[in-house]
């Protein structure tokens, strides 16, 4: 779906609770822990922390608004997952990720957002894109400066600086290779998938999710990866192709019931 499709305002009508279950369940869960903790307790329990009856509503409005400026700010490109009309093929129904980074490290967030492409090759230049921010509001697409072009199915990305040089660098899961990307500090990137160890030639795997994370404490950041079904898009079924691929008698794409793990 295009980045910045629509520039209707969205969630005017919500109160405090329902914007507070839905970032507990969404990526910014950390910011609602740590802003309101005593409300987060209402509503999940971890270690060390004992449950508690929830509180009566506060009556307070919530008056945050939000606006698509997605356009306006720059990120213009857009996203690419399969055919526009039809999903023949389960890959084409996942969607990627993005992430915020400050890859020259002047304390202000870029933004690199992950694409797909498509099944008959036809569309050309699909690309992840590293927008940089102009810090007035706006960003540049500096991605083929930084070296991070690249056409393929993109699924997750995760930022960490996984050799302590002082720059964050990237890791993308794909359908097919997963790769990883060395920040060189002067604005590009190097593709260092090999010489890390990565590199899984010969394997048809779907990395799906992943994240940067120091499970051992060491000071090094390692990687966790998270690979969905086992799916050959070759040797995919067309939609309806078995039985499994069917939805209350309406031929859909095959999977995930029916593919191997
Ligand atoms: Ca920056
Ligand atoms: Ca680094
Ligand atoms: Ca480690």
Same mark, same amino acid.
């Given at each position: 779906?295009?980045?910045?499709?629509?520039?209707?305002?969205? *969630?005017? +009508?919500?109160?405090?609770?329902?914007?507070?279950?839905?970032?507990?369940?969404?990526?910014?869960?950390?910011?609602?822990?740590?802003?309101?903790?005593?409300?987060?307790?209402?509503?999940?329990?971890?270690?060390?922390?004992?449950?508690?009856?929830?509180?009566?509503?506060?009556?307070?409005?919530? @008056?945050?608004?939000?606006?698509?400026?997605?356009?306006?700010?720059?990120?213009?490109?857009?996203?690419? #997952?399969?055919?526009?009309?039809? +999903?023949?093929?389960? @890959?084409?129904?996942?969607? #990627?990720?993005?992430?915020?980074?400050?890859?020259?490290?002047?304390?202000?967030?870029?933004?690199?957002?992950?694409?797909?492409?498509?099944?008959?090759?036809?569309?050309?230049?699909?690309?992840?894109?590293? *927008? +940089?921010?102009?810090?007035?509001?706006?960003?540049?697409?500096?991605?083929?400066?930084?070296?991070?072009?690249?056409?393929?199915?993109? #699924?997750?990305?995760?930022?960490?600086? *996984?050799? =302590?040089?002082?720059?964050?660098?990237?890791?993308?899961?794909?359908?097919?290779?997963?790769?990883?990307?060395? =920040?060189?500090?002067?604005?590009?990137?190097?593709?260092?998938?090999?010489?890390?160890?990565?590199?899984?030639?010969?394997?048809?795997?779907?990395?799906?999710?992943?994240?940067?994370?120091?499970?051992?404490?060491?000071?090094?950041?390692? @990687?966790?990866?998270?690979?969905?079904?086992?799916?050959?898009?070759?040797?995919?079924?067309?939609?309806?192709?078995?039985? =499994?691929? +069917?939805?209350?008698?309406?031929?859909?794409? #095959?999977?995930?019931?029916?593919?191997?793990?």
């Amino acid at each position: 779906m295009p980045v910045g499709l629509s520039r209707r305002p969205i *969630y005017t +009508k919500i109160d405090r609770r329902y914007f507070l279950q839905r970032s507990l369940g969404m990526g910014v869960g950390t910011l609602a822990l740590r802003s309101l903790p005593s409300m987060a307790q209402e509503a999940m329990s971890s270690r060390g922390i004992k449950a508690a009856p929830r509180k009566p509503r506060s009556g307070k409005p919530f @008056l945050a608004s939000f606006m698509d400026v997605g356009p306006q700010a720059g990120l213009v490109h857009p996203v690419i #997952c399969g055919d526009v009309d039809r +999903k023949r093929v389960i @890959l084409e129904t996942i969607g #990627c990720g993005v992430a915020f980074i400050d890859y020259d490290n002047d304390g202000w967030q870029d933004i690199f957002i992950l694409s797909g492409t498509r099944l008959d090759g036809e569309t050309p230049g699909p690309t992840n894109r590293l *927008y +940089k921010n102009n810090r007035d509001g706006t960003f540049t697409d500096v991605t083929q400066q930084a070296g991070l072009m690249r056409t393929g199915w993109a #699924c997750s990305v995760t930022v960490g600086d *996984y050799n =302590n040089d002082g720059y964050e660098d990237i890791f993308i899961t794909y359908y097919g290779q997963n790769v990883l990307y060395r =920040n060189n500090g002067d604005g590009t990137f190097t593709d260092v998938t090999v010489s890390a160890g990565l590199s899984t030639p010969g394997k048809i795997l779907w990395g799906a999710g992943c994240t940067f994370v120091d499970y051992d404490r060491d000071g090094h950041l390692d @990687l966790f990866v998270y690979h969905y079904v086992n799916l050959n898009i070759n040797d995919a079924l067309p939609p309806g192709g078995a039985l =499994n691929c +069917k939805f209350r008698g309406v031929s859909v794409h #095959c999977g995930p019931r029916g593919l191997p793990l």
